[in-house]
């Protein structure tokens, strides 16, 4: 078994934890539901084409197209699936709910080794922990913490859930770097340079079809 | 980024090798990741296995297993990107643009 820094370990823990926890708009039943969809979909060997909605349920469609097809997402698909019912704070949590159930799992499998499982939800009603102020963003389709548009469109994508912003920036503080090194090229991830991170970086995200 | 900061560290990489997939951009390992980070990608198990295994061979298990966290921290911010209709500031928009036309990927949806 390849032994993994602790840092890292704990922050995919606490991530899996995250998961399972009451979010701002979402008990935890149902956000362990999104993520078992979005694992399940990322794992699929031969997955639902993105114009498929498998569940037939807006949440579970989100997490599974986002999961497995999230470079096929556009505006106008954004736009039907709110116009059908899901608010646009529990579009975010969803995305909240899928990136941070689906690193750990990409992780295990990629140094091989059994993905990890689900802790049970923990009871309880959602928090409603919500940015004070919401605003509409020229830099994302969701909205954000006021005041919008400050920073990159990445960096406040899921500012408008606290909660989900906080483990994601955990998680790529253990995995990549922290928001502050990013301006250095001279930071390492442990033996990797700054320009091999971003190979790795720049291909994988070439083939999900992702500008970034 | 790799661009930047392979510029800034002296030893200008080959960003083409993001494109097309072939080759090592000019750094240490460089092919070896390419080909982990590809597998990881393309969902193809025996690839990577294989990769994975070459990437040990020539440097060693925490440096596969720091490649695999960045790998996982990518397969996040691509999905936090395309779920939240991230786009860049039109300020940068030149520079995107050239990048994007050069590696053949102006035509992705986030890319609009």
Same mark, same amino acid.
């Given at each position: 078994?390849?032994?993994?820094?602790?840092?890292?370990?704990?922050?995919?823990?606490?991530?899996?934890?995250?998961?399972?926890?009451?979010?701002?708009?979402?008990?935890?039943?149902?956000?362990?539901?999104?993520?078992?969809? &979005? /694992?399940?979909?990322?794992?699929?060997?031969? @997955? $639902? %084409?993105?114009?498929?909605? *498998?569940? +037939?349920?807006? #949440?579970?469609?989100?997490?599974?197209?986002?999961?497995?097809?999230?470079?096929?997402?556009?505006?106008?698909?954004?736009?039907?699936?709110?116009?059908?019912?899901?608010?646009?704070?529990?579009?975010?949590?969803?995305?909240?709910?899928?990136?941070?159930?689906?690193?750990?799992?990409?992780?295990?499998? &990629? /140094?091989?080794?059994?993905?990890?499982?689900? @802790? $049970? %939800?923990?009871?309880?009603? *959602?928090? +409603?922990?919500? #940015?004070?102020?919401?605003?509409?963003?020229?830099?994302?389709?969701?909205?954000?913490?006021?005041?919008?548009?400050?920073?990159?469109?990445?960096?406040?994508?899921?500012?408008?859930?606290?909660?989900?912003?906080?483990?994601?920036?955990?998680?790529?503080?253990?995995?990549?770097?922290?928001?502050?090194?990013?301006?250095?090229?001279?930071?390492?991830?442990?033996?990797?340079?700054?320009?091999?991170?971003?190979?790795?970086?720049?291909?994988?995200?070439?083939?999900?079809?992702?500008?970034? | 980024?790799?661009?930047?900061?392979?510029?800034?560290?002296?030893?200008?990489?080959?960003?083409?090798?993001?494109?097309?997939?072939?080759?090592?951009?000019?750094?240490?390992?460089?092919?070896?990741?390419?080909?982990?980070?590809?597998?990881?990608?393309?969902?193809?198990?025996?690839?990577?296995?294989?990769?994975?295994?070459?990437?040990?061979?020539?440097?060693?298990?925490?440096?596969?297993?720091?490649?695999?966290?960045?790998?996982?921290?990518?397969?996040?911010?691509?999905?936090?990107?395309?779920?939240?209709?991230?786009?860049?500031?039109?300020?940068?928009?030149?520079?995107?643009?050239?990048?994007?036309?050069?590696?053949?990927?102006?035509?992705?949806?986030?890319?609009?």
């Amino acid at each position: 078994m390849p032994h993994v820094r602790a840092d890292l370990r704990d922050a995919h823990a606490a991530s899996l934890r995250h998961v399972a926890s009451p979010g701002a708009r979402l008990d935890a039943a149902r956000r362990v539901q999104i993520a078992e969809v &979005a /694992i399940a979909a990322y794992l699929d060997p031969e @997955p $639902a %084409p993105p114009w498929v909605r *498998p569940y +037939g349920d807006l #949440a579970l469609d989100v997490a599974h197209r986002l999961a497995r097809h999230a470079g096929t997402i556009t505006l106008e698909w954004y736009e039907q699936v709110i116009t059908e019912g899901l608010h646009p704070l529990e579009w975010v949590e969803v995305v909240g709910v899928v990136v941070a159930a689906v690193p750990p799992v990409a992780f295990a499998r &990629a /140094i091989g080794v059994p993905v990890p499982g689900l @802790p $049970a %939800p923990v009871p309880g009603p *959602p928090t +409603g922990h919500e #940015a004070a102020e919401l605003a509409p963003a020229t830099l994302n389709w969701v909205p954000v913490a006021a005041p919008a548009d400050q920073t990159a469109s990445v960096v406040q994508a899921l500012s408008s859930l606290p909660d989900e912003n906080a483990n994601l920036w955990r998680l790529a503080a253990a995995q990549y770097m922290a928001n502050e090194q990013m301006g250095d090229p001279r930071w390492t991830r442990g033996l990797l340079s700054r320009p091999q991170m971003e190979l790795v970086a720049g291909r994988l995200s070439l083939i999900r079809e992702c500008f970034f | 980024m790799l661009s930047w900061s392979s510029n800034e560290l002296g030893t200008p990489a080959d960003i083409a090798v993001i494109a097309s997939g072939d080759g090592d951009a000019g750094l240490p390992h460089g092919a070896d990741l390419v080909a982990f980070a590809e597998a990881i990608a393309r969902f193809d198990e025996e690839a990577l296995a294989r990769a994975r295994a070459q990437l040990v061979a020539v440097a060693g298990e925490d440096f596969m297993i720091d490649a695999a966290a960045v790998a996982a921290n990518f397969e996040m911010m691509t999905r936090v990107a395309d779920g939240t209709g991230a786009r860049h500031a039109p300020a940068t928009a030149d520079q995107r643009n050239a990048i994007g036309h050069r590696l053949g990927i102006a035509g992705f949806t986030s890319a609009h």
